[in-house]
């Protein structure tokens, strides 16, 4: 079973337009919890291509450790969680 589904990508490239697909793609799977072997295996691409991705997404946002594109994430993501429900609440 994929733990990535490519119906993602355009949201996600939506809450994150500075990066490229693949960036975008290796975000996601970091960032809700799974290790690099596993990204790897899921995307069908090396270790060090995810770590060449994440390393290119840290210097995007001016950050130093991996850690804190888990906290970059969620702030993007809770952000637009956050509008589409004022929206919905807003057209009542």
């Known amino acids: 079973m994929a ?3 490519e ?3 355009p949201a996600l490239l ?3 337009p500075e990066l490229t ?3 975008v793609r290796v975000l996601y799977l970091y960032a ?3 290790d690099m072997r596993t990204i790897a295996q899921e995307l069908g691409i090396s270790i060090n291509t995810i770590s060449i991705h994440l390393t290119h997404v840290k210097e995007k946002y001016g950050l130093e ?3 804190e594109l888990r906290n ?3 702030a993007r993501t809770n952000s637009l969680y956050l509008m589409t429900l004022f929206k ?3 057209n009542k």
Do not use: C, H, R, S
């Open 65 to 67: 450790k991996n850690i």
């Open 88 to 90: 919905l609440v807003g």
């Open 7 to 9: 119906n993602f990508t």
């Open 21 to 23: 697909k693949p960036e």
């Open 14 to 16: 939506n809450v994150f």
């Open 32 to 34: 809700t919890a799974y």
């Open 3 to 5: 733990i990535y589904d």
């Open 72 to 74: 970059v994430y969620a």
